[in-house]
């Protein structure tokens, strides 16, 4: 009886987080984009159970410094609705791939007043319970060299130099080596045999009475 | 010669310890409630210190070089400790510490090309505020840098 109850509760432990597991959803964190240019914001989940074809993905916006989020775009039921009314009529297109779990959508023209967060909502039902995503945009006039980049390409750069610099050295080192190597073998084998041609006579014989017993 | 040995190991320790003090400490130029170097800036606010970013107005390119040109000085003296310590073990007798030698004076070189564009190209027309310690303090570490590098190339070594 206990040992059928131990099994029970493990079998059904391993059943039942399967059954909770959360969907998982997957945008950037951070992006950087040219006023004027398109920029794609991507989407993807992760989940447990096969891609439904219930599947939805939902985009909403919420401006820099404000609290309220507007709802730019929805797909369901196979079709993409896009904002036909708000801060993106016109500028927004769907280019995701729902059936590759891809939700990502394209804003187009950009403008300064689309600094704000932007957070993506999926759902594969029944797989239904996760955090929405949120990414960040910024739109700049001209993009900043960030803070530490030549530092680092200088600094590598220098490091990079020396690296190579040991290595030819060595190698070179190598290389002449086996070449000066590989001339002295050959010059040592034939003083070697002129040497025992040479030997054969006068090899003295070893004095039996000078071997000490 | 071992207290010969002790001294040189100590003044390139020293030497290190020094590039790694004016690096990363942050008193390059100080005027009574700023200390800045080239990673930022510590301004007294209400007898609160807050660490803000450096002037826009800066160069930024000589910036980068220089806290570029001073990091790679730090490696290269670390590196040369090391290396140092290597030859010292596996060098021919009468032979000279050369490696070494390159390694303090690519050291030197670099801590003097940061903190020479430091000097010429920063703080051009601030009049109330001076040097702080750790510019001091790099300028010291060239010195030093420059004469490790040369007892390193002028140096035999005597045992095997």
Redesign the interface.
């Known amino acids: 009886m206990l040992t059928f109850l131990a099994l029970a509760s493990v079998v059904l432990l391993g059943i039942v987080p399967e059954q909770s597991q959360a969907i998982v959803i997957y945008t950037g964190w951070e992006r950087h984009a040219l006023v004027g240019s398109d920029i794609r914001l991507s989407c993807s989940f992760f989940s447990w159970r096969w891609t439904s074809e219930d599947v939805t993905f939902s985009w909403t916006y919420r401006p820099d410094g404000s609290r309220d989020s507007i709802s730019i775009f929805h797909y369901t039921g196979g079709v993409p609705y896009v904002d036909n009314k708000g801060p993106f009529r016109d500028r927004l297109e769907f280019v995701g791939n729902p059936g590759r779990r891809d939700g990502s959508i394209l804003l187009k023209n950009l403008e300064f007043t689309d600094n704000g967060t932007f957070t993506c909502d999926a759902k594969n039902p029944p797989d239904i319970v996760g955090r929405p995503s949120s990414v960040r945009l910024l739109v700049f006039e001209k993009v900043p060299?960030q803070a530490?980049?030549?530092?680092?390409a200088?600094?590598g750069v220098?490091?990079g130099l020396l690296v190579l610099i040991v290595v030819i050295y060595y190698l070179m080192r190598f290389l002449v080596a086996r070449r000066v190597f590989s001339l002295s073998v050959s010059k040592h084998g034939k003083k070697k045999k002129e040497g025992s041609q040479q030997r054969q006579g006068p090899v003295p014989p070893a004095d039996p009475s000078k071997i000490k017993v | 010669m071992l207290i010969l040995l002790g001294a040189i190991f100590a003044l390139h320790i020293i030497g290190i310890v020094l590039l790694l003090v004016a690096t990363i400490d942050n008193a390059w130029w100080v005027t009574d409630d700023i200390y800045t170097d080239v990673w930022g800036r510590w301004m007294m606010t209400n007898n609160v210190w807050n660490l803000t970013d450096l002037p826009s107005t800066y160069p930024e390119n000589y910036l980068q070089a220089v806290q570029a040109s001073s990091v790679l000085a730090c490696i290269f003296s670390i590196l040369g400790i090391f290396v140092f310590l290597a030859q010292l073990f596996t060098l021919p007798k009468g032979q000279r510490f050369t490696i070494s030698g390159i390694f303090q004076l690519l050291a030197c070189l670099c801590i003097m090309i940061a903190a020479s564009i430091y000097t010429d190209r920063f703080h051009l027309d601030e009049r109330n505020g001076w040097y702080g310690h750790c510019y001091i303090l790099a300028w010291i570490a060239f010195a030093l840098t420059f004469f490790s590098c040369i007892t390193y190339f002028v140096l035999r070594k005597k045992t095997a």
């Not at chain 1, 530490?148 to 680092?152: C, K, L, Y």
């Open positions: 060299i530490g980049v030549i530092t680092g200088i600094i220098v490091l």
